[in-house]
């Protein structure tokens, strides 16, 4: 067969070129997009504040709902574009934009996430935080393509799909998440994913113009033209760096992880027993494992220790809880469960004992002041009117006889205590009883006078 035709065949099927867009309105169309002011402003903010409660709430839905109507790509495409295009005009417009589009986001959602009552980091939120190798990967193959859906014809449901698959709204919701509580790892790595969508999205687009070769404008010298292609290339390059770094740390987990399955799998597995649980502890070099059912012996623990090197784990000790081991911990482990689901009601039951207790204090504070101020009392009273022997005071209720509700008027009730054949003069009496209403400051008080 003749190699020469088939490529050639081939070729055809993956032809950009038939499908191509009028370049001029394709660059007017992608110019026009760039641009934050009015209603594109006004949906960012939005679309912003959607993507936020999204988060907020922990709903997929809503989330996708806000990528759908951001319009984040239109100036990192721009800036995409006008790098491919050699267009300095157009990429200092697409990048002056950019900046403005992400700090009112980033304020937006930070204002958000200081008035929500809502502070807790649901799984959505915290997809956002830990970008690798493969956000790069899905940032690149969006970006490009949207560039080729914006630059040919029979565009479908691309965009749309693009908007989606990329997640641009979303890292920087949770930037603002991140400061406004405070959570600076959030914010780094949020931003960080927002950063590497950006920069792949914007290097597909400029691969795309290349691909569908974009009539170039010219720098205004070769030296310029070297130092645009030096700093596209620094920073993919350092925007790469960290996600490969994550990527391996993910990779190795996955690894490790696979290799103490197989091993569990391999050396502890057996009829009638289950492994319910598997801890790797790096810093004391343990391997711990909980079974229950048929006992693991400790001829076949030590056998299946000898292989922990050929599973990659040879730095590590093997620990087999089992029997009455696993019983304390399993109980132990439900004893737990039961004091968390019982925190939010204590807690519950503890504020309204704190409250009932401060209103039961409200009501009795009155008697405690007065059952501590009656003997400063009975001595002014002996000190002004020497007859009195003694004093009590007590808060009292009348009720009428004739009244079927129940109706009381509170008053203050003070027995008086004369000295034997003393009893006070009607004038003295007078005197004190306007003497005790000025101490007391009741709206009624009675004096009962007696002696012994």
């Not at 950009?16 to 370049?23: F, I, Q, R, V």
């Not at 937006?108 to 996430?113: D, P, V, W």
């Not at 999205?201 to 033209?225: D, E, H, N, V, Y």
Request: glycine residues 6%; contains cysteine; proline residues 4%.
């Amino acid at each position: 067969m003749n190699k020469k035709p088939f490529l050639s065949r081939l070729g055809e099927f993956f032809n950009l070129m038939p499908d191509k867009e009028d370049e001029a309105e394709v660059v007017a169309q992608i110019s026009a997009g760039v641009s934050f002011r009015g209603a594109n402003l006004w949906v960012l903010i939005f679309a912003i504040l959607i993507a936020s409660l999204g988060l907020n709430v922990n709903s997929t839905a809503v989330i996708i709902g806000a990528m759908l109507i951001s319009p984040l790509m239109g100036p990192i495409i721009g800036m995409g574009m006008a790098a491919g295009i050699s267009d300095i005009d157009l990429l200092k417009r697409s990048a002056k934009n950019y900046t403005v589009a992400t700090v009112i986001s980033i304020i937006t959602a930070t204002i958000y996430f200081l008035l929500t009552p809502i502070d807790d980091a649901g799984s959505e939120l915290l997809a956002r935080t830990w970008p690798t190798l493969y956000d790069v990967l899905i940032a690149f193959c969006g970006g490009a393509a949207g560039i080729i859906a914006l630059t040919t014809r029979g565009k479908g449901n691309v965009i749309p799909g693009v908007a989606i698959a990329t997640a641009l709204m979303p890292p920087l919701c949770t930037a603002g998440f991140g400061l406004a509580t405070g959570h600076w790892a959030y914010f780094l790595g949020a931003f960080y994913l927002f950063f590497i969508n950006s920069v792949f999205i914007a290097a597909a687009t400029f691969a795309g113009t290349r691909l569908l070769q974009f009539t170039p404008r010219k720098f205004l010298s070769p030296t310029a033209a070297r130092r645009a292609r030096s700093a596209i290339t620094a920073i993919i390059v350092l925007t790469l760096i960290p996600a490969v770094l994550m990527t391996a740390s993910i990779v190795q987990k996955s690894i490790f992880d696979r290799n103490v399955n197989n091993f569990v799998k391999t050396q502890l597995s057996q009829h009638g027993t289950r492994i319910i649980s598997t801890e790797a502890n790096a810093d004391r070099h343990r391997l711990s494992i909980i079974a229950v059912g048929r006992e693991i012996t400790a001829e076949q623990q030590e056998k299946a220790g000898q292989q922990l090197a050929n599973y990659g784990l040879e730095d590590y000790q093997l620990v087999v809880i089992q029997g009455a081991q696993t019983d304390s911990l399993l109980k132990l482990n439900r004893q737990m469960r039961s004091a968390r689901d019982n925190a939010t009601a204590s807690t519950r039951q503890i504020s309204e004992l704190e409250a009932e207790n401060a209103a039961l204090n409200t009501q009795l504070a009155p008697y405690v002041n007065l059952r501590q101020a009656t003997p400063e009392i009975a001595r002014e009273a002996a000190a002004l009117f020497p007859q009195v022997k003694s004093i009590a005071i007590g808060h009292a209720e009348r009720y009428q006889a004739t009244d079927t509700t129940n109706a009381t008027t509170p008053f203050i009730s003070v027995i008086v205590t004369t000295a034997t054949g003393r009893a006070l003069p009607e004038a003295d009496r007078n005197k004190l009883q306007s003497w005790l209403r000025q101490r007391l400051k009741p709206d009624s008080v009675a004096v009962l006078y007696q002696t012994p």
